[in-house]
């Protein structure tokens, strides 16, 4: 009870400076760093009016007073009007203006007001944008050489409000405490900040590194994966047109030539699918489904290119399972996991599809009796770094069919994995959440 106390004091005051700093999506770094700057002077200055006060130091709690009042409204201006620039310069003018006054209320140059000033000095340069650093540090200087000349030729303008001795050194005291305490917590925002901004800006680079692999590997397989068909058809016409063929060698060529357009189609659906969720996103939409009435759509239009090549499609599917599926995409992964198995899978041979419940999974294996996987190619297999392989027709392979099974997959919520052995087969094995009786009635 008092962990579960503690974790929600936690997060609610997360919640609380996430909303008086203002969040990452609506606000600069340097407008949340000067919010965050204003905060802590507020919280400071607030302290620092009794404390004065109470210290013989009257004159300078009305400072703070006013200061609170002033920099609560440039505080206001930066975090609800977004006007951080003008709340910046016209904050540091005034705490420099207000503290130099102070200078010749509290004991001068033995007082604490110089510590205040470099602590000001210190918040203003954290704050501010890096095109206004000489003004603030010749602003800086100015004011500390404007108060020592004053005072040296002028020593009677200075007032020692310091009730004694002791008063005079717990302000130096409190005034040096308080100014490591803010520099500490604002140096710590700062490499918070700064570690956040390099995260993401590092999360960006990788992000664009993957797409400009990928979008290579797009023009890689436009430029090279297209041309063989499109040749080998252009070389089919030629001949028709010149009459060349006997009847025997026609339906050769034409065999080999719908092998290739059925290649080259499923290679320029997968290409436009990958095309447009890299343009406008993967649109998921997971709604309950009957994985039979799924699948079968698919498994009868790839067993007519499975009997075409001589080789045995069969199929294992409990009528029951349901799952919260995309059904666009979940036919995508399975007519890609069926093509690649008719491709490597030598004529005469078989291949089993099946959907069966396993504990609260649905796994949906693609299993066949083809070549198999080299073992140099199963470490990049679900990635665009794979390379174009030719099935036992001489079909393309490119790859990207199970580059976008993976991610699919994983975007229903669900995981693929293969075994595979040279020479013997391969097996693909997808795996689903199922919907239990309960979530369904609810």
């Known amino acids: 009870m008092t962990f579960g106390l503690i974790r929600r004091i936690k997060l609610y005051t997360k919640q609380t400076l996430g909303f008086l700093i203002g969040s990452r999506t609506d606000l600069t770094l340097e ?38 009042l002033m920099i609560g409204y440039l ?7 977004k006007q951080v620039s ?9 705490v420099m203006l207000l503290f130099a006054v102070n200078y010749f209320f509290s004991g001068g140059i033995q007082g604490a007001t110089f510590l205040s000033l470099m602590l000001a000095f210190v918040l203003i340069i ?20 404007g108060l020592l000349w004053a005072e040296y030729h002028h020593p009677e303008i200075i007032r020692v409000s310091y009730s004694d001795r002791k008063a005079l050194f717990i302000d130096i005291a409190f005034t040096y405490a308080t100014g490591i305490v803010v520099s500490f917590f604002s140096i710590f925002y700062l490499k918070q900040a700064y570690n956040a901004e390099k995260r993401s800006a590092d999360q960006k680079t990788i992000e664009l590194t993957q797409l400009n692999e990928e979008k290579l590997k797009l023009f890689s397989i436009i430029s090279h994966d297209l041309q063989a068909p499109l040749s080998s058809l252009h070389s089919y016409v030629r001949l028709v047109a010149n009459d060349r063929f006997n009847s025997d060698e026609r339906k050769q060529v034409e ?18 699918v990958w095309s447009q969720n890299q343009l406008d996103g993967a649109r998921i939409v997971l709604t309950p489904n009957n994985i039979q009435d799924v ?5 009868d239009i790839q067993r007519i290119y499975a009997d075409q090549k001589g080789i045995v499609l069969e199929t294992t599917i409990d009528g029951s399972l349901k799952a919260l599926v995309d059904r666009d995409m979940l036919q995508l992964i399975v007519r890609n996991l069926i093509n690649n198995a008719i491709k490597f899978t030598p004529p005469n041979g078989s291949i089993h599809v099946s959907a069966l419940r396993s504990g609260m999974l649905c796994e949906i294996t693609v299993e066949d009796n083809g070549t198999g996987i080299p073992a140099e190619q199963q470490a990049a297999l679900f990635s665009l770094k794979t390379r174009s392989t030719y099935g036992t027709n001489n079909e393309r392979g490119i790859g990207l069919g199970l580059f976008l099974c993976n991610e699919y997959a994983q975007a229903q919520n669900g995981s693929i994995s293969f075994e595979s052995e040279l020479g013997k087969g391969t097996r693909f094995c997808l795996r689903l959440p199922l919907i239990t009786a309960e979530a369904e009635r609810g």
């Open 31 to 68: 407008n949340r760093l000067f919010n965050s700057m204003t905060l802590i002077a507020l919280f400071i200055m607030v302290f620092n009016i009794p404390f004065n006060y109470f210290s013989g130091l009257r004159m300078t709690a009305l400072i703070f007073a006013c200061l609170t």
């Open 75 to 81: 505080y206001y201006l930066a975090r609800f009007r």
């Open 86 to 94: 003008i709340s910046i310069t016209i904050c540091s003018f005034l």
């Open 126 to 145: 954290i704050v501010s944008p890096k095109k206004y650093y000489a003004l603030w540090v010749a602003s800086s200087l100015l004011v500390v050489a």
């Open 255 to 272: 065999r080999g030539l719908a092998n290739a357009l059925h290649g080259t189609q499923e290679m320029l659906s997968n290409m436009l």
């Open 295 to 299: 699948l079968v759509p698919v498994i």
